[in-house]
DNA sequence: CTGAAAGCGCTAACAC
DNA sequence: GTGTTAGCGCTTTCAG
């Protein structure tokens, strides 16, 4: 595999040309900024305070093999030359990047930015930093998610994407502290945090039944994710025990989750024989799609079709009517997922389990 | 299979032997694993196709003083050994790390997750990554920006926060590439891509105004922004050209961009003595919150009052009545803003000019 | 064309 | 306690 560099110019020039990227424009060489220089390294530091580098670097580190007097005398320089650390070189040192990768689907649908804040907040508060990747769930994009892992040497990867977890089985991605998070295998060999989709599904249909539907039908989308089957799953459970026949054409599957996928179901929907009285989507995005489809159809929800969601997005008590659905708790579950990942880092030995967050059904105007 | 492998044997080897160039010729090269180590250096790759390691660095980089032979030679190697270049290492000495930084508010708002997935296109495309820092509007974590900017080495950063742009005028920030997106100074030295938000405001209170309306709201969020500033500017400016006087009571300032800070500001507008027939907001968000709360409040859209909003992001056509607002294009926005960055990196004399992309009034049935 | 060698900035043995 | 020093993996003169 061979790189083009395209870079111009750019060369490491010894002390003789300061280097950096001279911002674009005048005089790039500002004058001499009280003794702020743009790349002050460590040995610069040593000199500055009359040490090695050892004793700056253990300063830095904090070791307590240092004195005091050394100490501050160190610690002053790094303010008055201020020092950054390189956490380049020290990475290459350390073989440790104190970056982790976060594999997102979509951070256009609410549901997944919520988790991507979640993630973003523990990660921050560790002091690590977060590579997002959005991958559209394009399988040749999550290629690149390996090839971070080696050429970044990235420290861990939380991946929200359905295939990963796949491939993760037989690829050497095993071999990479990761976390799965929504999308997950409980039987294979990798920590997860996500909810139990099955039983979340029961409920949200059971709850139908309870308000006297029998004819429901269920808006789905790409099986390829895990949650896609499992709320299929529980779907089907609810059905079974409520004494319900379930009726192949009242399960749709859609392309996507956006509001349009939901609106293009509709259609589907009302072109049934015998029309349902109830829909259960599994999204929240697409069960918004929905109702506005029921609206321009000019069927009124809930009475002409009740429709319930999945997710609990902020926007579900905004709508009219207010959308009933089960949530999930977003946040946490980004939050959780990289301490899952933090902790495996900090303890390697630390056989790390899934771990599965409540779900809840909330009921609203929509059914 | 391989064992799931643990952080230790990653590590440098604390009390094994000193470091060194212990794996080159060792045993665990000889795994079963079909020569693919987990780390393979250039050097590995050198000795295995009987050439130097410049020679393998000329071919990584494409560079044309390679003849044939040889050139083919390394490229097999590297197959041959799973070699990845350790990004680390290059950028170490190369002082570039083809890695962008992002700084956003709030991705959980769709008007920003947009912008994210235009520039992490962008991105993409060129060979970089994306570090993705959410401040959530806190200054203190801004100064994360300057330090990531050093400590990682970072090759720039877009920024869509406001006080960064204030910061950029004294600070060292302004020797780095940078540029704004959304929030700008037309006047700093910092390249930008944005929308025109006075003449979009004034043309959204104008549409008002040709609807009949005279009494017209204005609901704003954080003067801290630019955009704030500016929206407010050409509201007045439509009021003014049209002959009426601007009520100071009828500007109100709001907390945040969610769906409850648009509620909370509900209760205001209806406490006014003269109650408006009209409201224009900053954001989408805003004004869906606004449409809840006067429909909590008895009210019809637009009957009794009109509601206009700012941005256009995909829900503004899902909810009912549908949001008239006027248009970002915020895919663009994102795309554009990566791609200045970008241009400025490759050629850093270019002289980067701030861009405006157009806006658009979306008439829909709110206003 | 290709190789030898000097570092990039930092950490961690191993001295002293 | 503190200093010396050997690299981490890579790019890039400078020789040959």
């Given at each position: 595999m061979v790189k083009e560099r395209t870079r111009a110019d750019k060369r490491p020039a010894k002390k003789a040309a300061p280097r950096g990227k001279a911002p674009a424009g005048s005089a790039c060489r500002q004058s001499v900024d009280a003794g702020r220089e743009r790349k002050v390294s460590i040995a610069q530091v040593a000199v500055h305070a009359g040490v090695s580098v050892a004793t700056v670097s253990r300063v830095l580190n904090g070791s307590d093999a240092v004195r005091e007097p050394t100490r501050s005398r160190v610690a002053d320089s790094i303010v008055a030359l201020g020092y950054r650390v390189n956490q380049l070189a020290r990475s290459l040192r350390t073989?440790?990047?104190r970056l982790l990768l976060t594999m997102v689907p979509d951070i256009g649908n609410p549901f997944y930015a919520q988790i991507v804040q979640g993630i973003n907040e523990a990660v921050q508060a560790r002091g690590y930093d977060m590579l997002l990747c959005?991958?559209?769930?394009?399988v040749d994009h999550e290629k690149r998610f390996l090839e971070l892992l080696h050429t970044r040497r990235v420290d861990g990867a939380i991946c929200l994407d359905p295939d990963t977890v796949q491939q993760a089985q037989q690829s050497e991605a095993q071999r990479f502290p990761w976390v799965a998070c929504c999308e997950f295998d409980a039987h294979a060999p990798v920590a997860y945090v996500g909810i139990d989709n099955r039983a979340a599904a029961r409920e949200a249909v059971q709850y139908l039944v309870s308000r006297g539907h029998s004819r429901i039908a269920f808006v789905n989308s790409d099986m390829r994710f895990m949650y896609a089957r499992e709320r299929q799953n529980g779907y089907e459970d609810a059905l079974r025990q409520a004494g319900i026949a379930a009726r192949p054409d009242y399960s749709q599957s859609v392309n996507g989750l956006d509001f349009d996928a939901g609106q293009r179901a509709v259609a589907r929907l009302l072109a049934l024989d015998l029309r349902p009285t109830a829909v259960f989507a599994v999204s929240d995005t697409l069960a918004i799609g929905i109702m506005r489809g029921l609206r321009d159809a000019g069927l009124a929800v809930p009475t002409d079709m009740a429709v319930m969601g999945f997710d609990d997005i902020s926007l579900a008590s905004q709508v009219s009517p207010t959308l009933s659905t089960v949530a999930q708790p977003m946040r946490q579950l980004g939050l959780r997922a990289a301490e899952l990942l933090l902790r495996q880092l900090d303890d390697p030995q630390a056989r790390v389990k899934g771990i599965r967050l409540p779900h809840r059904l909330m009921r609203r105007e929509s059914a």
């Open positions: 073989d440790e990047s959005e991958t559209g769930g394009r």
